[in-house]
């Protein structure tokens, strides 16, 4: 005599509706968590990669120009034929950001001294995220720094204006355009 199972023949049951927009909505919630920590991530490699190419390419400049009585005949050109733009900052013969933004190096004149074309300026772009971590990176290395327009470190005093610079870093935008300015 033979004996059958009842279960043998019952049906299985697969998932709901419900259940799956459960698991992807999960699903999205990890990959998107996943997704902001790589950005973070990539966003402070960045910052660090801009600030070790800004203090060596201003010690750069100060060293090619040394010989000179000022900055006249500095340009975005001449830094390029000299070879000294730091090779992640040159990328197809223009001066680059870390985040591949146009950098214009100038002459200039340091506030308070006397003389014309006494100093060079860097005009930095930086996006909103990284603009405070950078200019504190290397405010050390400049004798000005003005964000946005707003002076936040001048040749006299020297001291860093932090509310300022926490002001103009969140008000341009997604980015934010930086010139450090180093002179004699």
């Given amino acids: 005599m033979q004996h059958f199972n009842k279960d043998v023949h019952r049906k299985v049951r ?27 991530v990539q966003n402070q490699q960045a910052a660090n990669e ?40 040159e990328q197809g013969g223009e001066i680059v950001t870390a985040w591949n933004d146009d950098v214009v190096v100038d002459h200039t004149d340091l506030t308070g001294t006397s003389g014309t074309d006494n ?32 002076t936040i470190k001048d040749a006299n005093n020297r001291e860093m204006d932090i509310p300022t610079m926490a002001s103009e870093c969140s008000s341009g935008g997604d980015e934010v355009t930086v010139d450090f300015i180093q002179g004699r």
Avoid: H
């Fill in 14 to 40: 697969g998932f709901t509706l419900v259940e799956m927009l459960i698991v992807l909505a999960i699903g999205a919630s990890v990959l998107f968590g996943v997704f902001l920590t790589v950005s973070a």
């Fill in 50 to 89: 801009a600030s070790e190419n800004l203090n060596l390419f201003a010690a750069e400049i100060q060293t090619l120009f040394r010989g000179q009585s000022d900055f006249s005949d500095i340009s975005n050109t001449v830094l390029l034929d000299a070879g000294i733009v730091p090779g992640p900052m």
């Fill in 119 to 150: 100093a060079f300026e860097i005009k930095y772009p930086l996006p909103e995220a990284a603009c405070t971590n950078v200019i504190q990176a290397v405010e050390g290395a400049f004798a000005e720094v003005r964000v946005g327009g707003s």
